[in-house]
């Protein structure tokens, strides 16, 4: 790739990174533009055409190629490579995008129509059952089994997880809450999650066990200490920033150990282990929409939704909420929670039952209701 190409390219995936400040995005643009295993958009067009991206530009402008007849081999190119739907959907939208930049017109209405694309194959997934979590956090290092706790309870995504600092912790609130910054979250917008007493427990002997932290102090010299941030973030030879080492580190050390375990090396349909990272946050939020609605689960979790503008609860509410959720998000003994829960339920229910036949009595004898019922 000559120096002006390189310096467009640059040009590009900077102005890629503005819009998300995601390293993960720039990487995956990279690639498809410049993949080195003659899979990138670089080296098929000087494989199919003999041109680099410039010269392909030139002929578009002067009618002497089409731009779809050229996006539309790229995508058989893929697929004759083996890349799957996704890889090939996502791909494709880097390529277009670097294009445009390159001042080519690429109508997307118009490439829908010239451009085929496979269809993507979705198998049915296995979910993430307290079973297994239960039975992971029996086999981890203390630091991950407190990374599956915090992730279980609080629904955060990694990269979020990676950067929130001990000055983001509010252990004074019940539930616990932890700030997330809004330049450390996806959509940079801030929101807080909350802890079940279970993950908050293990969050406190982790920062005893590895920070000196000290539950009657007040921490100040730990305040701006990133907690699951990466030993090696100093390394000069990582060109990568200290929040995605981290990353990296957790997910292959997660690997590490579910590939040791046969009773946990279980994949999906689609070749996927059942257990990562972000099926804990699937869990989250099946939970909590299941006990407390589809809107709270979204926001928890940082989803944007239809109306979610609308969608507005006071701090008070939010903690009332999670609450609720809280015996149902504890995975240690979860089954005594759950079922003390259920007894609870019908035991409140057989209750209220009882004194609205109490009311129902005194009112049809003119009996005075005692100030005690009333309220």
């Not at 030139?58 to 890889?87: A, H, M, R, W």
């Not at 390159?102 to 109508?107: G, I, N, P, R, T």
């Amino acid at each position: 790739m000559n120096t002006k190409l390189q310096e467009k390219l640059e040009e590009f995936l900077s102005s890629i990174y503005i819009m998300s400040h995601s390293h993960s995005s720039v990487s995956s643009y990279r690639l498809s533009i410049t993949n080195k295993n003659n899979t990138g958009f670089h080296e098929f067009l000087f494989q199919i055409y003999g041109l680099d991206e410039l010269e392909l530009i030139d002929k578009i402008k002067q009618n002497e190629i089409d731009v779809y007849d050229v996006l539309n081999k790229f995508v058989i190119f893929l697929d004759t490579k083996g890349y799957k739907p996704k890889g090939i959907h996502s791909r494709l939208s880097a390529v277009k995008g670097f294009l445009r930049h390159l001042k080519a017109d690429v109508s997307s209405d118009v490439c829908k129509q010239r451009v085929r694309l496979p269809r993507n194959i979705r198998k049915r997934e296995q979910p993430l059952t307290k079973e297994l979590i239960s039975q992971l956090l029996r086999n981890l290092s203390p630091k991950l089994q407190t990374v599956i706790l915090v992730l279980s309870a609080s629904g955060m995504r990694l990269g979020e997880l990676v950067q929130f600092r001990l000055d983001d912790i509010d252990f004074t609130t019940t539930p616990v809450t932890i700030r997330l910054r809004a330049e450390t979250t996806k959509t940079r917008t801030e929101r807080d999650v909350y802890l079940t007493k279970e993950a908050t427990q293990s969050l406190k002997d982790y920062l005893q066990r590895f920070f000196g932290w000290n539950e009657s102090a007040d921490n100040f010299h730990l305040q701006d200490k990133v907690i699951f941030g990466s030993p090696n973030s100093n390394n000069s030879k990582n060109k990568q920033p200290p929040h995605l080492q981290a990353e990296s580190l957790l997910q292959n050390t997660l690997r590490y150990h579910i590939r040791k375990l046969p009773q946990l090396c279980i994949k999906n349909g689609d070749d996927r282990h059942v257990i990562h990272f972000h099926a804990l946050r699937k869990f989250f939020r099946t939970i909590v929409g299941d006990t407390c609605g589809r809107d709270f689960a979204e926001e928890m979790i940082g989803h944007r939704f239809y109306m979610d503008t609308y969608y507005q609860l006071s701090t008070e509410k939010r903690r009332e909420m999670y609450l609720k959720a809280e015996p149902f998000l504890t995975v240690s003994d979860y089954k005594a929670v759950e079922n003390n829960m259920k007894s609870l339920s019908v035991k409140y229910k057989n209750l209220e039952s009882k004194v609205d036949d109490l009311m129902s009595y005194l009112r049809t004898n003119s009996i005075e209701v005692p100030d005690f019922l009333k309220s």
